[in-house]
């Protein structure tokens, strides 16, 4: 009951809303009937006593007059039978006598003889009531008939009654009336009470399921009692507790099953983190190569005085680094490395020239261990072939390289053989033979799989990633053709494998639309008369392209941010606009934006960025970009890039005897450029300029991405992911991991 009689329940409500206005309305019913009860009853003692007066007057006239004492006394006993009557008052006129009958209640003294009252008047609990007595009218002579006879005033009367009955009468109806009406309060009160149970005892039991529903308890059912609308209610909460109870049950074995998938998730994301440490660690087996020949070779070009030997140089850093720039491309998107997953560009090339680039490249190296490279091109080979040049040297680059690694005495020999010509295709055959420890025949079959080699061992002795021969295997596939190994331990094993080519000079519809080169002369003069504005805020990146660009005729602008780029645009003559994404000030989609909209015949824009996810290329397209290239950016596509920009149908196609390190910079200059925002990144980090960072790791970054040197970009991406996570002594020693990183792998020595 205490539950239910709380101040906001609707137990209290009902009650309150039923009580009040009917206590009220009972309060002026009663005090309407006792008012108007005792109004009566004083009409009921006045008319009485007006009565009684008047009778009193007309019969005691010629008593009165007569001073017929007995006559009055009669007259007044009469009266004086009647409850209310306490005492009669006459008066004599002519004998200004008073004679006093019963009580009247006060002094007759203080009555004056010309005393008249004629409307009743209340003194100390009687009331008073006043006539006139006069003579009769009857006349006395019947002689004269017409005369007027005048009554005679004789005197007056003055009737007195109490009021005690009236009050008696009235306290008594009073009673009656409040016990009454009590009585009413109270059987209004019990039915309220009854009435209201009905509705909020129901409510209070669904409360009650419902509090339980919501601690967890959905067994509970809601008893469907009291009125129609509870009733609907109770079915409606017990179908909720139905439903709700069928989603639990569902959601149960939902989360059974997620966290059974959950788990096998992260058993793979376990091993798919493992893989990728793998590859971080030793992804080295095939960058590291190329990337040796390039600087090896590039600061041989500063002692090298034969222009001959500059220009065979150049071939081989030329190819070096395009076998280098691919196999970093392949192992971004090694996720999708399958039959097809690598695009090949297929080229008329020197298949001699490319072998005699390889021969320089790995004598040199056999050479150092104490072996011999010997390489056999069989007479039926074309010298010329139509294919994927950099593709094939990528594959023979990592057989003959894995060849040398795992010899220490003996040989290293490579063989290429004419297997098969069909109509336009001409299948080739390449084998690497080595003299080397050799692999257990149970070991060979896994060896074309993903971060596995022979001996765990070899990691530790000869570095690698272990992904060298998975490649070359999808590359194989990929060119047509099929790798097997054969081997014994001690003696050596043998690597041979197919690729097929088209004769020198075919195009396929896929690249009918190519422009053989015609010459050094053509290609170089294909920019020839294009005003090209560099938005670029690295220094090194400016000279980098605008060189390569002044090679093929262009003259070049140089904006260091994306505000300086705007301003040039609006005061000079531009045909295309090279613009960098992340530049201080204004950056390229901001800057991109702002040109489209300030000029009508706005030049065409292509971004550059070193950021290889697509949905940064996609905004600068939506920007208003009519293409993305991306760093380290491929000579010819952004050669190709700019003319089909201005819907020039020429292009250029691959060349051996071409390349974007043919503008090759020294070494020494980038490594103090690097170090230099290495030391303004600790400058950064100790003073928490969190603004300054921002452009520091854009600069690093922008060096990495544009000259391809990976290891040192993964180290720099990794130190941009985090570094805002981290506090500032961490990330001084993330720089000085980078700086021991460039002194250790020799970068630029």
């Known amino acids: 009951m205490k539950s239910l009689l709380k101040p906001n329940s609707i137990y209290t409500r009902l009650l309150i809303i039923g009580l009040i206005p009917l206590a009220l309305l009972s309060m002026l019913m009663g005090y309407y009937i006792i008012s108007s009860q005792r109004a009566e009853l004083l009409s009921n003692l006045q008319d009485t006593g007006r009565i009684a007066v008047h009778q009193i007057a007309e019969n005691a006239a010629f008593a009165l007059y007569s001073g017929d004492?007995?006559?009055?006394?009669?007259?007044?006993?009469?009266?004086l039978e009647i409850p209310s009557v306490t005492g009669v008052l006459f008066y004599h006129y002519r004998d200004e006598q008073t004679i006093t009958i019963g009580d009247i209640g006060f002094e007759t003294e203080v009555l004056s003889k010309d005393f008249k009252r004629e409307l009743p008047f209340y003194v100390d609990g009687h009331w008073y009531f006043y006539s006139q007595i006069v003579?009769?009218?009857?006349?006395?002579m019947d002689y004269d008939e017409t005369a007027q006879y005048e009554p005679e005033r004789i005197g007056w009367v003055l009737l007195s009654l109490t009021d005690k009955i009236l009050q008696q009468k009235e306290h008594s109806f009073i009673l009656t009336t409040a016990i009454v009406v009590s009585?009413?309060?109270?059987?209004?009160?019990?039915?309220?009470?009854?009435?209201?149970?009905?509705?909020?005892?129901?409510?209070?039991?669904?409360?009650?399921?419902?509090?339980?529903?919501?601690?967890?308890?959905?067994?509970?059912?809601?008893?469907?009692?009291?009125?129609?609308?509870?009733?609907?209610?109770?079915?409606?909460?017990?179908e909720l507790a139905t439903t709700v109870r069928e989603s639990n049950m569902r959601m149960q074995s939902e989360i059974v099953r997620a966290t059974s998938q959950l788990k096998d998730t992260l058993a793979e994301l376990e091993d798919a983190m493992e893989a990728k440490d793998q590859f971080l660690a030793r992804m080295s087996h095939e960058l590291r190569t190329p990337l040796t020949a390039v600087l090896g070779f590039s600061n041989i070009l500063f002692t090298e005085d034969s222009e001959s030997k500059r220009q065979q140089h150049l071939q081989v850093i030329q190819r070096c680094s395009n076998v280098l720039l691919t196999m970093i491309?392949?192992?971004l998107d090694f996720s999708k490395a399958e039959l097809g997953g690598f695009s090949l560009k297929k080229t008329d090339f020197e298949l001699d020239k490319l072998i005699d680039d390889l021969i320089i490249l790995f004598r040199a190296q056999a050479q150092e261990k104490g072996l011999e490279f010997e390489v056999v091109i069989e007479e039926k080979v074309p010298k010329k072939v139509h294919g994927d040049s950099v593709r094939l040297a990528q594959v023979v680059t990592n057989l003959a390289n894995n060849a040398i690694k795992f010899t220490d005495t003996g040989s290293v020999n490579l063989t290429i053989s004419h297997v098969a010509f069909e109509d336009d295709e001409i299948s080739l055959g390449f084998k690497v033979a080595d003299s080397g420890k050799g692999i257990a025949k149970d070991k060979i079959p896994i060896l074309f799989e993903p971060f596995t080699q022979e001996d765990t061992s070899i990691n530790r002795r000869f570095g690698g990633s272990g992904l060298g021969l998975t490649i070359a295997k999808k590359l194989v596939h990929a060119m047509g053709g099929d790798i097997s190994i054969s081997s014994e331990v001690d003696v050596g094993t043998t690597v041979f494998f197919t690729c097929k080519f088209n004769k020198y000079g075919y195009h396929d519809e896929e690249n009918s639309h190519e422009?053989?080169?015609?010459?050094?002369?053509?290609s170089r003069t294909v920019l020839s008369g294009l005003s090209i504005l560099l938005a670029e805020d690295n220094s090194f990146n400016q000279q980098f392209l605008c060189k390569l660009l002044e090679g093929y005729g262009a003259v070049c602008l140089i904006a260091k941010d994306g505000l300086e780029a705007i301003y040039t645009v609006k005061n000079n003559h531009i045909d295309v606009i090279l613009m960098d994404l992340h530049m201080p000030v204004v950056d390229g989609l901001l800057a991109t934006k702002t040109i489209i909209l300030q000029n009508v015949d706005s030049p065409p824009i292509i971004g550059l960025t070193a950021d290889i996810t697509e949905s940064e290329q996609q905004k600068m397209i939506e920007a208003g970009a009519v293409d993305v290239q991306l760093k380290p950016v491929d000579e010819v596509k952004l050669v190709n890039a700019i003319l089909a920009a201005l819907n020039d149908q020429r292009e250029i196609s691959y060349?051996?005897?071409?390349?974007?390190?043919?503008?090759?910079?020294?070494?020494?200059?980038?490594?103090?450029a690097i170090c230099e925002n290495l030391e303004h990144l600790e400058d950064a980090f100790q003073n928490n300029d969190k603004k300054r960072l921002k452009f520091i790791m854009h600069d690093l970054t922008g060096f990495c991405g544009l000259y391809g040197i990976s290891g040192l970009r993964e180290l720099i991406f990794d130190l941009k992911n985090c570094y805002l996570g981290l506090d500032s002594e961490q990330n001084l020693k993330k720089v000085k991991s980078i700086r021991r990183y460039i002194d250790e792998s020799k970068l630029f020595d």
């Not at 909020?200 to 419902?210: C, F, H, R």
């Not at 051996?656 to 490594?671: R, T």
């Open 69 to 79: 004492r007995e006559s009055l006394d009669s007259l007044s006993f009469v009266v």
């Open 135 to 140: 003579s009769d009218p009857a006349p006395v």
């Open 183 to 238: 009585l009413g309060l109270l059987l209004t009160f019990w039915l309220s009470i009854r009435i209201g149970r009905t509705v909020s005892e129901p409510l209070y039991k669904l409360t009650e399921v419902v509090a339980d529903m919501e601690a967890g308890n959905l067994g509970r059912v809601a008893p469907e009692e009291g009125t129609i609308e509870l009733g609907q209610l109770a079915r409606g909460i017990n």
């Open 329 to 331: 491309d392949d192992i």
């Open 515 to 522: 422009l053989a080169p015609k010459g050094q002369a053509q």
């Open 655 to 672: 060349s051996s005897s071409e390349g974007m390190l043919a503008s090759f910079f020294p070494a020494e200059e980038l490594k103090v």
